[in-house]
């Protein structure tokens, strides 16, 4: 991307709060934050290692709830409570990898659909631990030296520099040699294996990392909306992040960022649209023509026509 | 007058009657309202809406609050928590309401409260029946739906009359199921009943067949069963293959005794359900003339008449909020919270007025709704068999 | 004991449909690779389907069933040919993509025609159960299941027995000689899911009459029936059969002497574990149609 144009768009993100008054907006701008962290988490898995994993809506909701218990229950700040999300999730990330790389493409999906599935029922069952249907509400906002976050400037500016550093880690694995062993083994497994890259331990390491993000994305969202209840497991976020993911185009780093805004402010912008009769048909009509046109996703489809 | 003057005064009478329409001088009030209206259970979200724009209605045809139309802005919440507290943002900062009625499940009311905090607005609660959304220390809450706390002691008085020994739960797998086994479990223990099995189904289980085996086995007689209408009518045609012969009794209220006639047929006879509107008999509701006009309105506008048992709530809720705007003198939404603690009216469930409920400084509102029990006899709702003729 | 055996009769029972759910998606997923997330939406489309014959139309009971069928093949077809033929060369994921917005849209456009209150499915058969011994089975159930296991048949012998079957199969193992002994991948494609789909519209409108028909009713179903294609094998149609009474039976023995409250856990765990073991599924010999 050309300098000029990403020194405007940093500058623009750096002083949204001034230029965007209405807090709604910036209430949406900041959901689409913490999705583009969870898009950026999925695209490494998605895009980068060709594996499809749709429970990854488990590993934002484990954030979620290890930082929110941990505030509520041990009353832990949540500067330790995002490591501790991240860690958590990290943890069942690794579980999963080692269990499910045995397998492949459609058989892979389904274990993650399965733990994702397992993870959800355990939440809404094990009241003890998570209250379960009730949720946790009071999950308290992040403080910091005696200034607390609870704010939404405040808030919009920690989400940026979480989104901000989770793409400057994606990047980093991305370009590193453990990047390109990731591309080796979406593009052919059996040749990559033959020139030295070990797929369960590259694969698994990409599911860790793809988790922990997924989780602090989860942490951020606890902290944010303050309630954290079953509801975070729903199958319909983890196809919100593909279709972030897949729209906005995987494989690609700005793909998933470009997909995590349009997926977020399409479905506020129905709400203002349209009668709420139509808002989700047209959300799915939106989606069929969009993937019709611009199959590769939509930063590819720009980058060709650029050239 | 020349050709021109009488375009000059048509063109002046037509701007006229479009700025000024219908007597109404001022920008109507806004109310928002934020229901499940798509998803699992958009039928209920959608007979709260019904219920709601009949209240709109009836309000703007009396002249409206304090000479003003009132206007709904409604939102969907799609059974989602985060939807909720979205739609809420959206409908106190861009809509700019000052009042709200919502969300319907216990679990979107809990996401979308701290905005109400952040912002100042009131939300009168209209369905959510979790004990913690008034004991949560909100002040902007105002509930008019009972806790299922209040219900378990609604019934308490006819517990007895049942002569239910041994009883077991069978509840759906959220907050109001586990609420509301909870809570009657408490109250039933507390009169020396046993409580057998307490079994869960998932909200979008069809096939109970498994619980039910179970529950057959434990010797009880008398089976609660919580859950939304649906659900119902599926676990009494299982029931009924099953061969399950105790006393059913469903709470909650959102059991439409009607359309479990309708659907369950034979199935649900001999069935006791807790509802909080009796549409079979208006008359016998606190406010009898309103309850009428509002069964006879719900049918003329077409609505399905199982939904009434529901949509009454829309109602209630859209009256309280205009009353204490009334009150209030204007639509601020400070002065509407402070409203809302005088108000003392009656709506068709029955008489609404405010106690303090949580903790101290910081209580909600919670009203003291009336509750009822009817019972399906001969493919009919009636009064239950155990009560002598009111 | 008496619990046991009606546990494992419903079992069986809801075996059976599970299976039926299964068989069409093994068949989609097996031969276009595809993973085809509106499938529950085929399912919902033929249980409003026989309602709207029943109900609005005055049909018979059979009819109305035999016409939701045929509707859901055509649906399929369609589907097939507007929405996925142009969009295959590209990857599962666009493919897939693309049956996430279709599953939105239908379910919704099916929500604001229908509404969201469920429907009542009248049905001619009795509802006094049969009862052998300590066993109620509902008549309805009966019928249920003794047609799913005749569709399934049904399914198998047309994949083994005809012309169209064979080119099926050639196409699943090997498409490009397939293509050059010439089979019409194209046509195959639309055929397959079109098939595949009507078989899903069939267990809606077999089931609908037993449940109730909503909106949301596939959401619940496309996941069963994905479990029941892991089970079974990829393609596996006696393998999906047998997934699919296991699943069946494994749930309800789960939630009759474990909890009721994880009962859905049964399944997933199942999968996990089968794919963990058996990736090819518990009766694969080899991944195959048929």
Known sequence: ?307 | MSKRRWSLLFAALAVGAFLAPAGFAQAPIKIGVIEPLSGPVAASGNYVRMGAEIARDWINAKGGVNGRKVELVIEDNKSDPKEAASAAEKLIVRDKVPAIMGAWGSSMTLAAMPKLEEYGVPMVVETSSAASVTKRGNPWIFRISPPSEMEALGLEQYVDKLGAKKVDFLAVNTDWGRGSIQAFGDMLKKKGVEVGAAEMMEQSATDMNAQITKIKSTGGDTLFLTTAVEQITLVLKQSQEQRLTRKVITTGGSSSPTQLIKQAGAAAEGSYHIVFFMPWFPEAMPDGKLAKAFVDEWAKRGFPFEGLTEGFRGHDGIATIAEAIKIAGKDEPKAIQAALWKVSFTGVNGPIKFEKDGPAGKESGQSKPSIFVVQIKDGKVALPDFLAKK | MDALLQHLVNGLVLGGTYALLGIGLTLIFGLMNLVNFAHGEFYTLGAYLTFAGLALSGLNFFVALALAIVLGAVAGAACERLLLAPLRGQSIDTTMLVMIGLWIALQNGELLVWGGVAKSIPHPFPTAPFTLGPVSIAPLRVFVVVTALALIVAAWLLIQRTRLGRAMRATFQDRETAALMGVKIGRIHTVTFAFGSALAAAAGALLGPVFLAYPSMGDLASLKAFSVVILGGLGNLPGATLGGLILGVTEELGAGYVSSGYRDAVGFVIIILVLLLRPSGLFARAERIG
């Open chain 1, 1 to 307: 991307m050309r300098a000029g144009g990403a020194v405007l768009a940093a500058l623009a993100l750096l002083t949204l709060p001034f230029w965007l008054t209405s807090p709604y907006y910036v209430h949406v701008t900041i959901m689409a934050g913490i999705f583009t962290i969870l898009a950026l988490s999925l695209n490494l898995l998605l895009g980068y290692t060709g594996q499809l994993s749709l429970g990854h809506a488990a590993f934002f909701g484990i954030g979620a709830y290890t930082s929110a218990l941990l505030a509520l229950k041990l009353e832990w700040p949540f500067w330790i409570g995002l490591p501790a999300a991240a860690l958590a999730a990290g943890l069942a990330g690794w579980a999963i990898g080692r269990l499910a790389l045995k397998v492949r493409g459609a058989y892979f999906v389904l274990v993650t659909i399965s733990f994702a599935g397992v993870i959800s029922l355990v939440s809404v069952n094990w009241m003890e631990l998570t209250n379960g249907p009730l949720g946790l509400p009071g999950v308290p906002a992040p403080e910091l030296a005696g200034l607390s976050f609870r704010t939404k400037s405040a808030y919009y500016y920690l989400v940026l520099l979480a989104a901000a550093v989770a793409y400057l880690v994606c990047h980093r694995l991305v370009h590193s040699r453990l990047g390109r062993a990731f591309l080796a083994l979406r593009e052919n497994e059996a040749l990559a294996e033959s020139v030295g890259v070990d797929p369960v331990r590259t694969l698994v390491l990409a599911a860790v990392v793809s988790a922990a993000l997924a989780g602090v994305a989860g942490s951020l969202y606890a902290h944010y909306t303050r309630f954290v209840s079953p509801e975070v497991f729903l199958f319909s976020y983890t196809v919100t992040m593909v279709i972030m993911v897949v729209a906005g185009g995987k494989g690609t780093l700005l793909g998933p960022v470009v997909g995590a805004l349009l997926f977020t402010v399409l479905p506020e912008a129905l709400r203002e649209a349209m009668a709420w009769q139509w808002q989700m048909l047209a959300y799915g009509v939106l989606l069929v023509v969009l993937v019709y046109f611009l199959p590769r996703g939509i930063v590819p489809a720009v980058s060709a026509w650029r050239r």
